[in-house]
């Protein structure tokens, strides 16, 4: 199983960026995927879920109205949209794929991660 994360880097608050996560070796199409992130001396924390299918998500409190998460079944990949970036957004975001069909907000729920993409809003 690999789960490679792409698209994090350095940008400006109230900017944007979108990050990817491109699966492979389970089957993506029956997974409910997620984002997560840490920052230093923080918790792993939840940001944002995926059904199967796409038509249900669920969100963090902090991230909603602001992050989109999407997912292509054909391209076996998802993407997390995130704008009007905040200071407090700095950190490493993980993907993970969830052991069932559900988006899930509990990372128990979840058995492959990937290895991280950081994230750093600054002036």
């Known amino acids: 199983v690999q789960l490679v994360e792409s698209g994090g880097g350095l940008v400006q608050p109230g900017g944007s960026l979108k990050l990817s996560c491109a699966a492979s070796?389970?089957?993506?199409?029956?997974?409910?995927m997620g984002w997560f992130r840490q920052a230093p001396g923080q918790k792993r924390e939840f940001v944002a879920a995926i059904n199967w299918n796409g038509d249900s998500t669920a969100y963090a409190d902090s991230v909603k109205g602001r992050f989109t998460i999407s997912r292509d079944n054909a391209k076996l990949t998802q993407y997390l949209q995130m704008n009007s970036l905040k200071p407090e957004d700095t950190a490493v975001y993980y993907c993970a794929a969830g052991r069932s069909f559900r988006a899930t907000r509990d990372d128990y729920q979840y058995d492959y991660w990937g290895q991280g993409t950081q994230v750093t809003v600054s002036s």
């Open positions: 070796g389970f089957t993506f199409s029956s997974s409910a």
